[in-house]
């Protein structure tokens, strides 16, 4: 079962054949006259696919020495090359720079399409629901063992399951983490320290919103402790795992909302921490969501040298999740907005776009 041809464009004349090289450079060959080329023969580009066979393929030799693909997810097989179903241009400049082809409608899949994650291991935070959920999902089904890190292990437990009934081989692992408290942050760090397994993404999604003012055990205000002050502690107690796996991704998820409080006065650690009849439970989510932004921004200042890299980004405007549940005005607010929000596998990309 060969992949079928998706742009008429790039339809090969009679008697031309595409090939690919082991490193993944596109190349076509004229069975009339003996000869290849690197560009299309009708459209003169140039074309590249990822080095490596999507996560699941296997590439074999039948009896004739002719090279077959086998798909072990999906049982089938192929003598087309399944990476060029995900080949993209390569630019006329000196630098070969490839384009990329996401767009605000472009899914997790596509982008992750292509791509074997076997060998890495990610830690995603808030990962049974959501698009934490969503995102455990996407990067287990690719080959990626992923750390699921909540608070609700019979919740994460149940999502495990769920998700291995579609993809038995999903490498998912539960671990508790309660981002509102700083020793439940340690403990979760030492586990995974013992498990002495690499870092090659930190999905620091885990987020509440709206919440009514409450100090934690720390005696710090329960959203900001959750939104950043538990994110940042975890980075800062994996960060030396993150170098021993370099190249290695810090990925925050913060909210359009960060900008907000930057055309106030500069933010004070009084008012990050403020007592009840200063509290409002809107700004205080800008609050953290602007420390998102900012902690990101130094975080890859200083490890970007050494091969830790770190995002921020905004998953998409009104997303359709449980964050709004704690307050019945939010939950209306955001029922009313879904028909006109993005659907969680296009939110999910936003996320996993950092991560390749």
């Not at 000869?35 to 140039?46: A, D, I, L, M, Q």
């Not at 870092?199 to 005696?219: C, K, R, Y």
């Not at 205000?221 to 980075?235: D, I, K, W």
């Not at 021993?244 to 900008?259: F, K, T």
């Amino acid at each position: 079962m060969d992949f079928a041809d998706t742009d008429s464009e790039d339809e090969l004349p009679h008697g031309w054949e595409v090939r690919v090289t082991p490193e993944g450079w596109i190349y076509y060959a004229n069975h009339l006259n003996q000869r290849t080329k690197w560009e299309h023969p009708k459209t003169n580009k140039r074309r590249k696919v990822p080095a490596d066979l999507p996560y699941g393929w296997e590439r074999l030799e039948d009896d004739e020495g002719r090279v077959y693909y086998v798909d072990h997810t999906k049982k089938r097989t192929t003598y087309t090359d399944p990476r060029l179903a995900f080949a993209t241009d390569i630019s006329s400049s000196k630098d070969d720079v490839i384009r990329q082809r996401y767009d605000a409608s472009s899914s997790t899949d596509e982008i992750l399409m292509g791509y074997d994650l076997s060998g890495k291991v990610a830690i995603v935070t808030g990962a049974s629901a959501g698009i934490g959920l969503e995102t455990a999902r996407a990067l287990s089904y690719q080959g990626c063992k992923v750390i699921m890190a909540c608070r609700n292990m019979e919740k994460t437990e149940t999502a495990i399951r769920e998700l291995q009934k579609d993809r038995k081989d999903a490498r998912l692992i539960a671990m508790e983490l309660n981002l509102a408290s700083l020793q439940s942050v340690k403990t979760f760090a030492n586990e995974f320290k013992s498990t002495d397994l690499p870092l090659h993404m930190l999905i620091l999604n885990a987020g509440v919103f709206a919440l009514p003012w409450q100090l934690t055990e720390d005696g710090i205000e329960r959203m900001f402790a959750t939104n950043h002050v538990g994110h940042f502690y975890l980075t800062k107690l994996l960060t030396p795992i993150l170098l021993r796996s370099a190249p290695a991704r810090v990925v925050v998820v913060s909210s359009e909302s960060h900008r907000f409080p930057a055309t106030s006065e500069p933010i004070s650690l009084e008012k990050l921490n403020p007592p009840a009849t200063q509290f409002w439970s809107m700004v205080q989510y800008n609050r953290s969501k602007l420390c998102n932004v900012l902690f990101s921004n130094e975080l890859n200042r200083r490890l970007s040298g050494l091969g830790v890299i770190s995002y921020s980004l905004h998953p998409g405007n009104m997303m359709y999740t449980s964050l709004p549940n704690s307050y019945w005005f939010y939950k209306i607010l955001f029922f009313l907005a879904r028909p006109f929000t993005k659907s969680m596998g296009v939110e999910r990309a936003y996320a996993n776009h950092w991560l390749l």
